[in-house]
Nanobody
Framework: QVQVTESGGGLVRPGGSLRLSCTAS????????LGWYRQAPGKPRKNIAG????????????VKGRFTISKDIDKDTAESNTVYLQLDSLEPEDTGVYYC????????????????WGQGTLVTVSS
Protein backbone atom coordinates (compact mmCIF):
# COMPACT_ATOMS: atom_id res chain seq x y z
CA GLN A 1 0.00 0.00 0.00
CA VAL A 2 2.63 2.49 1.10
CA GLN A 3 6.35 1.86 0.77
CA VAL A 4 9.32 3.83 2.03
CA THR A 5 12.66 3.46 0.25
CA GLU A 6 16.02 4.84 1.29
CA SER A 7 19.17 5.28 -0.81
CA GLY A 8 22.55 7.00 -0.70
CA GLY A 9 24.47 5.09 1.93
CA GLY A 10 28.07 4.01 1.49
CA LEU A 11 31.62 4.10 2.79
CA VAL A 12 33.11 7.51 3.51
CA ARG A 13 36.22 8.78 5.28
CA PRO A 14 35.98 10.83 8.49
CA GLY A 15 35.20 14.44 7.64
CA GLY A 16 33.44 13.43 4.45
CA SER A 17 29.84 13.87 3.32
CA LEU A 18 26.93 11.82 2.07
CA ARG A 19 23.39 12.59 1.00
CA LEU A 20 20.63 10.15 1.87
CA SER A 21 17.27 10.10 0.12
CA CYS A 22 13.95 8.69 1.22
CA THR A 23 10.85 8.39 -0.93
CA ALA A 24 7.40 7.31 0.15
CA SER A 25 5.35 5.74 -2.64
CA UNK A 26 1.82 4.45 -2.91
CA UNK A 27 -1.68 5.81 -2.77
CA UNK A 28 -1.92 8.33 0.04
CA UNK A 29 -3.06 11.90 0.56
CA UNK A 30 -0.51 13.15 3.04
CA UNK A 31 2.22 12.27 5.51
CA UNK A 32 2.41 14.07 8.84
CA UNK A 33 6.18 13.75 9.25
CA LEU A 34 9.21 12.03 7.77
CA GLY A 35 12.14 11.16 9.98
CA TRP A 36 15.56 9.57 9.94
CA TYR A 37 16.69 7.05 12.52
CA ARG A 38 20.13 5.57 13.00
CA GLN A 39 20.99 2.18 14.44
CA ALA A 40 24.65 1.89 15.35
CA PRO A 41 26.16 -1.58 15.80
CA GLY A 42 24.97 -3.08 19.08
CA LYS A 43 22.74 -0.11 19.91
CA PRO A 44 19.00 0.59 19.65
CA ARG A 45 17.51 2.60 16.81
CA LYS A 46 17.54 6.34 17.55
CA ASN A 47 15.68 9.26 16.01
CA ILE A 48 18.29 11.72 14.72
CA ALA A 49 16.31 14.08 12.47
CA GLY A 50 12.78 14.76 11.33
CA UNK A 51 10.65 17.17 9.35
CA UNK A 52 6.91 17.75 9.58
CA UNK A 53 4.41 18.47 6.84
CA UNK A 54 4.54 22.10 7.93
CA UNK A 55 8.32 22.23 7.61
CA UNK A 56 9.33 22.13 11.27
CA UNK A 57 12.58 20.27 11.80
CA UNK A 58 14.10 18.29 14.64
CA UNK A 59 17.72 17.23 15.20
CA UNK A 60 19.27 15.09 17.88
CA UNK A 61 22.12 16.88 19.64
CA UNK A 62 24.60 14.34 18.27
CA VAL A 63 24.02 15.53 14.68
CA LYS A 64 22.88 19.14 15.07
CA GLY A 65 25.05 21.47 13.04
CA ARG A 66 26.42 18.64 10.89
CA PHE A 67 23.31 17.03 9.35
CA THR A 68 20.56 18.84 7.44
CA ILE A 69 17.11 17.47 6.66
CA SER A 70 15.09 18.85 3.74
CA LYS A 71 12.18 17.79 1.57
CA ASP A 72 10.78 18.08 -1.93
CA ILE A 73 7.27 19.43 -2.33
CA ASP A 74 5.06 18.22 -5.14
CA LYS A 75 3.98 21.29 -7.14
CA ASP A 76 0.55 19.86 -7.92
CA THR A 77 -0.46 18.50 -4.55
CA ALA A 78 1.75 20.65 -2.25
CA GLU A 79 2.55 17.42 -0.46
CA SER A 80 5.96 16.04 0.25
CA ASN A 81 6.90 12.43 -0.19
CA THR A 82 10.67 12.76 -0.56
CA VAL A 83 13.05 13.75 2.19
CA TYR A 84 16.82 14.13 2.16
CA LEU A 85 19.44 13.99 4.87
CA GLN A 86 22.71 15.77 4.11
CA LEU A 87 25.46 14.31 6.28
CA ASP A 88 28.54 16.53 6.64
CA SER A 89 31.63 16.34 8.85
CA LEU A 90 31.03 12.64 9.32
CA GLU A 91 32.59 10.87 12.27
CA PRO A 92 33.19 7.16 12.88
CA GLU A 93 30.42 7.35 15.50
CA ASP A 94 27.96 8.12 12.70
CA THR A 95 28.37 4.59 11.36
CA GLY A 96 25.16 2.61 11.30
CA VAL A 97 22.07 1.70 9.35
CA TYR A 98 19.96 4.74 8.57
CA TYR A 99 16.21 4.15 8.42
CA CYS A 100 13.51 6.44 7.11
CA UNK A 101 10.15 6.58 8.87
CA UNK A 102 6.90 7.97 7.52
CA UNK A 103 4.62 8.94 10.41
CA UNK A 104 0.81 9.22 10.31
CA UNK A 105 -0.03 8.59 6.69
CA UNK A 106 -3.51 9.51 5.49
CA UNK A 107 -4.56 7.09 2.75
CA UNK A 108 -6.78 7.96 -0.22
CA UNK A 109 -9.77 6.29 1.48
CA UNK A 110 -9.29 8.41 4.61
CA UNK A 111 -7.76 5.64 6.73
CA UNK A 112 -4.61 6.39 8.67
CA UNK A 113 -1.42 4.37 8.94
CA UNK A 114 0.53 5.02 12.11
CA UNK A 115 3.93 4.56 10.51
CA UNK A 116 5.84 2.84 7.73
CA TRP A 117 9.56 2.02 7.84
CA GLY A 118 12.06 1.68 5.04
CA GLN A 119 14.55 -1.17 4.80
CA GLY A 120 17.53 1.00 5.77
CA THR A 121 20.75 2.10 4.11
CA LEU A 122 24.19 1.46 5.57
CA VAL A 123 26.58 4.32 6.26
CA THR A 124 30.14 3.41 7.22
CA VAL A 125 32.58 6.11 8.29
CA SER A 126 36.10 4.77 8.35
CA SER A 127 39.58 5.64 7.22
Amino acid sequence: QVQVTESGGGLVRPGGSLRLSCTASGRFRSINALGWYRQAPGKPRKNIAGITNGGSTYYDKSVKGRFTISKDIDKDTAESNTVYLQLDSLEPEDTGVYYCNANRIILMNGDELIEVWGQGTLVTVSS
